[in-house]
């Protein structure tokens, strides 16, 4: 995963559960190749054993419990406008579907393009399906965070607003539990606000603190996770488990 993704992937991240997630979702898929929209959705289906993965177009046939579609500045289509997911060979070229079930559920991000002439290639194709393992948790966190917990909550908006950081503060720590490792409360700080996506300066900012020392902090941090810095903290973050413990060991 190239490194100049990280600050889009901790965008999308810190936007789970909130109007800005579609959009942000969006923009990071444009960084690899040109899309006209983006559409996620979620559809009930009979539990399965184990969550699986895929690239290929699957029957859609359950209604959808939720879904959203963002389109690109230069699109003129409509919603209705949409190649059909269960159309012939032909539509799919102009389509490209990651799908991942989990718990009874299907989350599908769609993506399309204008017109057949645009086709996209076996190399777009790749490129989506290498992204998949990161797209595709980031839409089921944001549906399931769409769903609140106090149903009768006064502002359920702007409780929506801070989910994308909490759910970014709960995996991060996550992930040091599973590894055995633990942070100081400032180096999880820090490495928090670059995963969602922030630069040194901003958090120097945010946290009142010098740019040095920042860094500083990340230094240590990353001396504590086995990694070498700022642009490898988004792989440690979502890389396998086993994988995360051979590097940190």
Same mark, same amino acid.
């Given at each position: 995963m190239n490194s100049y993704l990280f600050p889009h992937i901790g965008k999308v991240i810190a936007s789970t559960g909130s109007r800005h997630f579609p959009r942000m979702l969006h923009d990071l898929i444009l960084t690899q190749l040109a899309v006209d929209a983006t559409h996620i959705r979620q559809m009930r289906v009979e539990p399965v054993g184990r969550t699986a993965t895929r690239s290929e177009p699957e029957p859609m046939k359950e209604p959808a419990l939720l879904a959203e579609t963002v389109f690109s500045n230069h699109s003129v289509a409509a919603v209705d406008d949409l190649p059909d997911p269960q159309s012939s060979t032909a539509a799919e070229a102009s389509q490209l579907h990651l799908t991942r079930r989990k718990d009874g559920? !299907? %989350?599908?991000?769609?993506?399309?393009?204008?017109? &057949?002439? &645009?086709?996209?290639?076996? &190399?777009? !194709?790749? #490129? #989506? &399906?290498?992204?998949?393992?990161? +797209?595709?948790?980031?839409?089921?966190? =944001?549906?399931?965070?769409?769903?609140? @917990?106090?149903?009768?909550?006064?502002?359920?908006?702007?409780?929506?607003?801070?989910?994308? #950081?909490?759910? +970014? !503060? @709960?995996?991060f720590t996550e992930r040091l539990q599973q590894l055995g490792l633990s942070l100081s409360n400032r180096e999880t700080e820090v490495c928090i606000g670059l995963l969602a996506g922030r630069t040194a300066p901003e958090l120097a900012e945010q946290l009142q603190l010098k740019v040095?020392?920042?860094?500083? %902090?990340?230094?240590?941090? @990353?001396?504590?996770?086995?990694?070498?810095?700022? =642009?490898? #903290?988004?792989?440690?973050? %979502?890389?396998?488990?086993?994988a995360a413990a051979s590097s940190a060991a």
């Open positions: 559920y !299907r %989350y599908v991000i769609s993506v399309y393009r204008n017109g &057949q002439s &645009q086709r996209f290639s076996a &190399q777009e !194709r790749s #490129l #989506l &399906q290498d992204i998949s393992p990161v +797209l595709l948790p980031m839409v089921e966190k =944001h549906i399931d965070a769409l769903q609140p @917990a106090n149903p009768g909550a006064e502002n359920p908006g702007e409780a929506a607003e801070g989910t994308g #950081l909490e759910t +970014l !503060r @709960a995996r040095n020392t920042v860094e500083s %902090y990340l230094k240590r941090a @990353a001396i504590k996770l086995g990694i070498s810095g700022r =642009h490898s #903290l988004m792989r440690w973050m %979502y890389s396998p488990q086993e």
